[in-house]
């Protein structure tokens, strides 16, 4: 394919040109917010400048144009990820489309002794609301542990789907150790077993190409601010059996067909999950955000981040007494570490000082840095728009708040 000119993508980004204590920014957090493109800042602003109005609810040319702003991001959604729109809800994330799924389809299946399989690398939001199902029927949620190297060992998976489990929980790619987890493989596996899937593709969907009809699950959660795309959005993929099975999660205006106190008639998938008045703006700039990305390529953006992923290990292994977390085979450019006598949050409060931006802490992962017997860690998270430079800096500044705290 055609070469992707990085500077010129870099440029794309305003927020990247400021400075931070003085010192030009080094953003590694995209694993917990990325960055915005100028297309994505402008959508949102021209649809507040000249479109603006409620979805559905009015037959003006502003309605009809809201209306068509926010479809167009559904049907956007629906190609980036390889799936029907109109099995495609959109809601305010990740956190809200596991909740759905919780509520609407597993609250009224699970009971006494059925088992919720999860593993120990999911982020809270893929094992809370599961714990919260549990307790309401009785189920259990069993946890399966990662190896050493942050990888789940399939066969301890598979021997882990007993009889009693109906859900399998997994993440496509782990927030902490960067694991891409073969969910097409594991999703087959849980399927032959008569196992519903839950994927949680918030880490995945911005680094690589994913075709959600090739894995093969019953639903796949996604989250808009990591794909640089406006902060509360996000998309719910579901099989249309489960979708038209599913009693509504959230009762309100746009999710029925018909309200009466003898009985409300709910509107079809996906819009009997979508009540109220959406983030019809925030939608209209992950369109934008949907056509920056395909623009770029997904592709083209997996091999970047690949590249700099390799940089940005290597570097670490060569700085010396610093201690990776997670060196699993098939890893996205999330970099977990811990440095010898040095404590997490010390170590990202010097690093802001340089103007390094990287997380410090549990990452929204408790039982998984329990598992590895740490208290927390920094994490540097790429993204295709960071450059070689500024993981050298990166690390120079590491270098150096170290001795500090030495
Ligand atoms: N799952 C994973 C793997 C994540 O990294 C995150 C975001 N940190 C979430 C779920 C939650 O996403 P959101 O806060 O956008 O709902």
Sequence with gaps: GARVDWARVRADFPLLRRTVHGKPLVYLDSANTGQKPAPVIEAVDAFYRRHNANVSRAVHALGTEATEAYEAARTAL????????????????????????????????????DVILVTRMEHHAN???????????????RPVDP???????????????????????????SN????????????REARRRGIATVVDGSQAVPHMT??????????????????????????????????????PF???????????????????????????????????????????LQ???????????????????????AAGGVRILGRAPEKAAVVSFL?????????????????????????????????YGVAATCRASVAFYNTHEEIDAFVAALQKVRRLLA
């Design 339 to 371: 440095v010898d006598g040095a404590h997490a949050h010390d170590l990202a409060t010097l690093l802001d000082l340089e103007g390094v931006a990287v997380r410090s802490g549990q990452h929204c992962a408790h039982p998984l840095l329990q598992f």
């Design 295 to 317: 623009g770029v390529g997904m592709d083209a953006i997996h091999a970047r981040e690949a590249e700099l992923l390799a940089h940005l290990t290597d570097a670490l292994d």
């Design 78 to 113: 629906a190609g980036l990820v390889n799936v029907r729109g109109d099995e495609l809800v959109l809601c305010s994330g990740t956190t809200f489309a596991i909740n759905l799924v919780a509520y609407s389809w597993a609250l009224p299946r699970l009971k006494a002794g």
């Design 147 to 173: 190896t050493p190297d942050g990888a789940l060992d399939l066969d301890t998976l598979y021997r882990a789907m007993t009889p009693e489990v109906k859900l399998l929980a997994v993440t496509h790619v």
């Design 210 to 247: 994913v075709d959600v009809a090739a894995i093969g699950c019953d639903f796949y959660a996604f989250t808009g601010h990591k794909m640089c795309g406006p902060t509360g959005t996000g998309a719910l993929w579901g099989r249309r059996e489960h979708l038209q099975a599913m009693p």
């Design 127 to 141: 094992i809370v609301p599961w714990q919260l199902v549990a307790e309401r029927t009785g189920a259990v949620v």
């Design 176 to 187: 902490v150790l960067g694991t891409v987890n073969p969910v097409r493989e594991i999703c």
């Design 250 to 292: 959230l009762g309100g205006g746009e999710m029925i067909r018909e309200v009466s106190f003898d009985g409300t008639v709910f509107n079809d998938p996906p819009h009997r999950f979508e009540a109220g008045t959406p983030n019809i703006a925030g939608f209209a700039g992950l369109r934008a955000a949907v056509d920056y």
